[in-house]
Each structure stands twice: as structure tokens, then as C-alpha cells.
């Protein structure tokens, strides 16, 4: 297949944001007098948004859905001013962007996190790469595994899906990718492992950044 076109995850997949969620989420905890959480239980919170995260890390008997839009609202206020303060990009993904940008494909960022938040990481962390489309989240509807953006930048620049690359590193990704029928890549250097990405239907499994390299020879 002569792919055209590649769609990114951020958080897990491009970038390590993994400090600056657990960092912002923790201040709320404290602030709140709630327990806060290892760095090491964070994975298991995200990769369905911020709101998400709110949710599964805050005590059970904070969960109900007033509560989460108080403790979602402070999260927002204090991520929104350190979202970018350890986010960095994974080993070897600057030498994949130069790489597939020499070789000419257009790329694109879809992510579960904020719409916002989402722009200004790329902004600042990637900012010496062009990315056709920066996609984030501005309604539940529109959550991955909703495919409807990813289809929707597919026609935008007149790349029909299966000439796309969608990658990710969750299970979400996976089936974001196959519903709209791209080539459903995932990564595990992120957040989920093999059994998850493969049981959502990966197509491929990248060890390395560069692996993805392969599909496109």
C-alpha cells in the first residue's frame, strides 16, 4: 500500500506528558485534602481525556458527576498553567517527523485531551514540524473511538483512509483508526501494552519510532 498520510495520538504516542497530568492532578488532590497518587498509577488514568482522569483518580466517593465537574474545573485552571513544563517528545520521533516529512506524507494530530491543551503542546513541544490538522476534544460525542475527525481531516486533504496510518498507543486508537478504516498502528513506548492494542485491532506493533519507517518501504 502506498500510504499518503499519517494521524498521530499525542499523550503516550508523540509526546511523554505522563509528569505534567500527574503533577496537575496531584495539586488538586492536595488542594482538596484527598490522597494523591504515585506517578506510576497515572497510565492507567488517562487516554479517554481529562475529565476521565479526574474521575478515575479521584476518591470513590467523590465520583459522582457534580463532583467531578468541580475537581475537573480545578484541574483545567492548574494544568492549563503547566501543561507543557516536562512534556517532552519520545526518543526518536523527532528523527520519524524529519523522516516522513522528507518523504512527504501529511501528518496530523488527533488527540482525547482538550482541544486547547492539545494545541498549545503541539505548539510548543512540536512546534518545528507542520501538522496539517491538530485535532483535540470539544465534545463527548466527538471522543475517539469516535473516527468521524479522523475521517473528516481524510477528506479535507483528499487522502482517502486507507491510505492513512493511524497511530496510537491504546486500544481507543486502535479503534479509531480500523472504524474509519485506516491502518491501525500501535506503539509501546505509551501508556497500554501489546494485548490491548492487538485485542482493538492493531495492524502493526512499533517497538521504536523508526519501525514505522518499515510499513512506507
Not at 186 to 214: M, Y
Request: aromatic fraction near 8%; proline fraction near 4%.
Amino acid at each position: 500500500m502506498n500510504y499518503k498520510a499519517v494521524i498521530f495520538d499525542l499523550d503516550g504516542t508523540l509526546v511523554d506528558s505522563i509528569e505534567d497530568l500527574a503533577d496537575a492532578m496531584n495539586i488538586v488532590l492536595k488542594n482538596n485534602n484527598f490522597p494523591i497518587h504515585l506517578l506510576n498509577s497515572y497510565p492507567s488514568f488517562i487516554g479517554h481525556g481529562i475529565r476521565t482522569l479526574v474521575k478515575r483518580a479521584l476518591p470513590e466517593s467523590e465520583r459522582s458527576e457534580a463532583k467531578i465537574d468541580i475537581y475537573y474545573k480545578e484541574m483545567i485552571a492548574v494544568y492549563a498553567k503547566n501543561c507543557t513544563n516536562k512534556t517532552h517528545p519520545y526518543n526518536g520521533i523527532s528523527d520519524l517527523l524529519n523522516a516522513l516529512t522528507t518523504k512527504g506524507l501529511k501528518l496530523g494530530v488527533f488527540s482525547n485531551k482538550a482541544e486547547d491543551f492539545t494545541k498549545r503542546v503541539v505548539e510548543v513541544v512540536l512546534s518545528q514540524w507542520n501538522f496539517e490538522a491538530v485535532i483535540g476534544l470539544t465534545t463527548e460525542a466527538l471522543k475517539k473511538p469516535n473516527p468521524l475527525k479522523a475521517i473528516q481531516f481524510s477528506e479535507t486533504i483528499g487522502v482517502s483512509p486507507e491510505a492513512f496510518l493511524f497511530v496510537g498507543d491504546s486500544g481507543v486508537d486502535m479503534q479509531t483508526g480500523t472504524k474509519a478504516g485506516m491502518h491501525a498502528v500501535g506503539v509501546l513506548w505509551g501508556f497500554r501494552d501489546e494485548k490491548e492494542l492487538r485485542a482493538d485491532g492493531a495492524k502493526t506493533i512499533l517497538k521504536h519510532p523508526l519501525d514505522l519507517l518499515k510499513i512506507l518501504e
